[in-house]
Protein backbone atom coordinates (compact mmCIF):
# COMPACT_ATOMS: atom_id res chain seq x y z
CA UNK A 1 0.00 0.00 0.00
CA UNK A 2 1.05 3.56 -0.62
CA UNK A 3 2.52 6.06 2.14
CA UNK A 4 -0.66 8.32 0.93
CA UNK A 5 -3.05 5.67 1.88
CA UNK A 6 -1.20 5.01 5.02
CA UNK A 7 -0.90 8.35 6.29
CA UNK A 8 -4.55 9.05 5.37
CA UNK A 9 -5.57 5.84 7.93
CA UNK A 10 -3.06 7.41 10.49
CA UNK A 11 -5.19 10.73 10.39
CA UNK A 12 -8.83 9.16 10.21
CA UNK A 13 -7.69 7.40 13.27
CA UNK A 14 -6.40 10.53 14.88
CA UNK A 15 -9.66 12.88 13.96
CA UNK A 16 -11.99 9.81 15.35
CA UNK A 17 -10.06 9.31 18.10
CA UNK A 18 -9.73 13.57 18.77
CA UNK A 19 -13.90 13.70 18.28
CA UNK A 20 -14.39 10.78 20.60
CA UNK A 21 -12.18 12.84 23.13
CA UNK A 22 -14.29 15.67 22.53
CA UNK A 23 -17.60 14.03 22.74
CA UNK A 24 -16.15 12.41 26.01
CA UNK A 25 -14.53 16.00 27.38
CA UNK A 26 -18.18 17.54 26.66
CA UNK A 27 -20.05 14.71 28.44
CA UNK A 28 -17.53 15.39 31.52
CA UNK A 29 -17.45 19.09 31.10
CA UNK A 30 -21.84 19.19 30.73
CA UNK A 31 -21.54 17.18 34.57
CA UNK A 32 -18.85 20.18 35.46
CA UNK A 33 -21.67 22.89 34.50
CA UNK A 34 -24.38 21.12 36.40
CA UNK A 35 -22.37 21.60 39.21
CA UNK A 36 -21.16 25.54 38.15
CA UNK A 37 -24.11 26.51 37.10
CA UNK A 38 -25.83 24.86 40.04
CA UNK A 39 -23.67 26.60 42.87
CA UNK A 40 -23.45 29.99 41.10
CA UNK A 41 -27.74 30.37 41.28
CA UNK A 42 -27.96 28.82 44.12
CA UNK A 43 -25.28 31.08 45.86
CA UNK A 44 -26.44 34.18 43.50
CA UNK A 45 -30.39 33.99 44.00
CA UNK A 46 -30.43 31.73 47.06
CA UNK A 47 -27.88 33.39 49.21
CA UNK A 48 -27.63 37.08 47.59
CA UNK A 49 -23.88 36.76 46.85
CA UNK A 50 -22.65 39.12 43.81
CA UNK A 51 -23.02 36.95 40.76
CA UNK A 52 -19.05 37.60 40.23
CA UNK A 53 -18.25 35.99 43.61
CA UNK A 54 -20.97 33.01 42.85
CA UNK A 55 -19.45 31.92 39.63
CA UNK A 56 -15.88 32.31 41.16
CA UNK A 57 -17.22 29.94 43.70
CA UNK A 58 -19.15 27.77 41.48
CA UNK A 59 -16.35 27.21 38.82
CA UNK A 60 -14.24 26.33 40.84
CA UNK A 61 -16.54 23.27 41.99
CA UNK A 62 -17.16 22.53 38.47
CA UNK A 63 -13.19 22.16 37.86
CA UNK A 64 -12.68 19.36 40.68
CA UNK A 65 -15.48 17.47 39.04
CA UNK A 66 -13.82 18.12 35.44
CA UNK A 67 -10.48 17.20 36.51
CA UNK A 68 -11.80 14.18 38.03
CA UNK A 69 -14.06 12.69 35.14
CA UNK A 70 -11.41 13.84 32.42
CA UNK A 71 -8.51 11.85 33.80
CA UNK A 72 -11.11 9.29 34.23
CA UNK A 73 -13.13 9.33 31.06
CA UNK A 74 -12.19 11.98 28.52
CA UNK A 75 -8.73 11.44 27.47
CA UNK A 76 -6.52 8.26 26.82
CA UNK A 77 -3.70 9.71 26.19
CA UNK A 78 -1.73 11.55 29.44
CA UNK A 79 1.39 13.79 29.13
CA UNK A 80 1.87 14.36 32.93
CA UNK A 81 2.67 11.24 34.76
CA UNK A 82 2.22 13.20 38.59
CA UNK A 83 -1.15 13.38 39.41
CA UNK A 84 -0.36 16.54 41.55
CA UNK A 85 1.68 18.69 38.56
CA UNK A 86 -1.04 17.23 36.00
CA UNK A 87 -3.52 18.78 38.46
CA UNK A 88 -1.86 21.99 38.87
CA UNK A 89 -1.39 22.38 34.84
CA UNK A 90 -5.49 21.65 34.61
CA UNK A 91 -6.14 24.15 37.60
CA UNK A 92 -3.95 27.06 36.11
CA UNK A 93 -6.00 26.15 32.25
CA UNK A 94 -9.33 26.84 34.49
CA UNK A 95 -8.04 29.61 36.10
CA UNK A 96 -7.39 31.35 32.49
CA UNK A 97 -11.04 29.96 31.82
CA UNK A 98 -12.23 31.43 35.07
CA UNK A 99 -10.71 34.72 33.55
CA UNK A 100 -12.35 34.08 30.22
CA UNK A 101 -15.92 33.54 32.68
CA UNK A 102 -15.53 36.25 34.25
CA UNK A 103 -14.85 39.02 31.39
CA UNK A 104 -17.65 37.60 29.34
CA UNK A 105 -20.12 37.25 32.30
CA UNK A 106 -19.41 40.97 33.22
CA UNK A 107 -19.76 42.04 29.30
CA UNK A 108 -22.65 40.10 28.92
CA UNK A 109 -24.78 40.94 32.69
CA UNK A 110 -23.60 44.45 32.90
CA UNK A 111 -22.68 45.22 29.11
CA UNK A 112 -25.73 43.83 27.30
CA UNK A 113 -28.54 43.33 30.26
CA UNK A 114 -28.32 39.43 29.87
CA UNK A 115 -29.63 37.42 32.83
CA UNK A 116 -26.85 35.63 34.94
CA UNK A 117 -28.61 32.42 33.62
CA UNK A 118 -28.33 32.94 30.15
CA UNK A 119 -25.09 34.82 30.11
CA UNK A 120 -23.26 31.54 31.78
CA UNK A 121 -24.59 29.59 29.32
CA UNK A 122 -23.09 31.29 26.57
CA UNK A 123 -20.22 32.26 28.43
CA UNK A 124 -19.86 28.43 28.85
CA UNK A 125 -19.89 27.75 25.43
CA UNK A 126 -16.88 29.64 24.59
CA UNK A 127 -14.74 28.52 27.57
CA UNK A 128 -15.37 24.69 27.02
CA UNK A 129 -13.51 25.02 23.34
CA UNK A 130 -10.62 26.83 25.13
CA UNK A 131 -10.29 24.63 28.60
CA UNK A 132 -11.12 21.45 25.78
CA UNK A 133 -8.10 22.65 23.08
CA UNK A 134 -5.35 24.08 26.18
CA UNK A 135 -6.02 21.15 28.01
CA UNK A 136 -5.51 18.38 25.29
CA UNK A 137 -2.36 20.06 23.76
CA UNK A 138 -0.60 21.24 27.45
CA UNK A 139 -2.09 17.68 28.90
CA UNK A 140 -3.50 14.99 27.02
CA UNK A 141 -1.48 14.77 23.63
CA UNK A 142 1.30 11.60 23.58
CA UNK A 143 4.20 12.98 22.83
CA UNK A 144 5.86 11.49 19.57
Not at 12 to 22: D, I, Q
Not at 56 to 77: C, E, H, T
Amino acid sequence: MSAWFHAARRDAAFVRSLGLEFFRYGLCSAVALGVDMGLLLLLHHGLGLHYLVAAAIGFSAGLLVAYRLSVRFAFRDRRVADARAEFTLFASVGVLGLALTQILLHAFVDGTGMTVASAKIVTAGFVFVFNFGARKVLLFTRLP
